[in-house]
């Protein structure tokens, strides 16, 4: 009896497949929970973003929420910590095909994330597939060789600096997909808190013809719903719209304020 296993189609192919004017439009998971993993991945969003960089998720648990969501159509991607080769390898061997790589910087910062990605000799990446539910314990045919195609790699640009090397960071080849985080952005402008304000509106607006002329496509997070219609409507081909926690916290909110007495 013959058995091949394969893993589901990554970000990138998601991404690449959409027609002219479509998005992808997804939400975080920064809870912790598989649960609430599995609720969003049942929802009928597009894509998950795992937040290992801001939430309380390290390994194991990224772990058990990529298997709470297994089977759903919503793609799961992670975003790690930092942009280390150590991490990036554990994540990647976990079983975490789709990586978002935060504050990228410069062309530097992005050849070394896709270094990390690779194996030898066209990167870094440590060979411990075997071992790893990555490769699902051996039983991917040819992971190894294969391994690049069944990975995708996304880098986030949320500083000012980034924002002026972002063509060059776009251009990087292993470069899958950019990701502008306006709240960080914000920050190093010196507009703490300040998403919307029209210079960091214009500033990521500057980062997605940079990064859409170097032929990648280039996506945001906008909880803000009207901010974001304005993104997609500048080229976004994918969108982050809420969160878990936020959502949670919101309805709460909301349902304290209609039964609670003052």
């Known amino acids: 009896m013959s ?9 990138a192919e998601r991404v690449s497949a959409l027609d002219e004017g479509r998005h992808l439009a997804g939400m975080w998971v920064c809870s ?6 599995e609720i969003a991945a049942a929802s009928g969003m597009q894509w998950v973003l795992i937040d290992a960089e801001h939430s309380p998720i390290g390994l194991e648990t990224t772990t058990s929420l990529l298997r709470a ?13 930092v942009n280390d080769r150590v991490v990036i390898k554990q ?13 990228v910087d410069t062309e530097a910062d992005a050849e070394a994330a896709v270094a990390a990605v690779r194996y ?34 996304t880098v986030q640009i949320e500083s000012a600096t980034a924002v002026d090397n972002a063509a060059a960071i776009a251009a990087v080849d292993g470069i899958d997909q950019v990701f502008v985080g306006p709240s960080d952005l914000a ?42 219609r304005k993104y ?31």
């Open 187 to 228: 920050a190093s402008m010196g507009l703490l808190g300040q998403q919307t304000h029209p210079e960091v509106t214009d500033a990521v607006a500057r980062t997605f013809e940079a990064v859409r002329a170097a032929g990648k496509p280039v996506g945001v997070n906008a909880f803000d719903p009207d901010q974001a």
């Open 3 to 11: 058995f091949r296993l394969d893993l589901p189609q990554t970000f």
């Open 91 to 103: 994540f990647l061997d976990l079983g975490a095909q789709n990586l978002l790589v935060p504050m």
């Open 232 to 262: 997609l409507e500048a080229g976004a081909s994918f969108v982050l719209v809420g969160a878990d926690v936020g959502l949670m916290m919101n309805g709460a909110r909301a349902w304290a304020q209609t039964w609670v007495q003052d």
């Open 69 to 81: 969501m297994n089977g759903y159509p919503a793609t799961p991607v992670v975003r790690v910590p």
């Open 120 to 153: 030898p000799p066209r990167g870094v990446r440590g060979v411990g597939s075997a071992l790893a539910r990555a490769s699902r314990w051996n039983a991917v045919d040819g992971y190894l060789s294969r391994a690049e195609e069944l990975l995708s790699l």
């Open 32 to 37: 912790s929970s598989p649960v609430a993993a």
